[in-house]
Nanobody
Framework: QVQLVESGGGLVRAGESLRLSCVAS????????MGWFRQAPGKEREFVAV????????KHADSGKDRFRISRDNGKNTLYLQMNNLKPEDTAVYYC??????????????WGQGTQVTVSS
């Protein structure tokens, strides 16, 4: 089992930045691809970004390309999502996941509880 706890969400204005964090515990962190998904009200959950186990490969959804950057620190068992130039359409609950890399996305095996990001116009 892997336990995932997200933090860093909040209310920001359009154009501002946030950095989400996800701390993992349980099985070895560096054994998993890690990713972020999000779900907006009334919409299906969607892929945001994925990073492979050693951090050498990343993929981002078109919606966040050039604005979002996923990274990980295996020494701290922590996953990050740097989000810049946020837009109101980025408003969603953001979920941290651990699983298997399936380019250009991933197959999540574990999910965090989610952190709310709200962007006002």
């Amino acid at each position: 089992q892997v336990q995932l706890v997200e933090s860093g969400g909040g209310l920001v204005r359009a154009g501002e930045s946030l950095r989400l964090s996800c701390v993992a515990s349980g099985r070895p962190f560096n054994g998993y691809a890690m990713g972020w998904f999000r779900q907006a009200p009334g919409k299906e959950r969607e892929f945001v970004a994925v990073i492979n186990s050693n951090g050498g490969l990343t993929k981002h959804a078109d919606s966040g390309k050039d604005r979002f950057r996923i990274s990980r620190d295996n020494g701290k068992n922590t996953l990050y999502l740097q989000m810049n130039n946020l837009k109101p359409e980025d408003t969603a609950v953001y979920y941290c996941t651990a699983g298997i890399l399936e380019i250009p996305t991933m197959k999540p095996n574990y999910w965090g509880q989610g952190t709310q990001v709200t962007v006002s116009s």
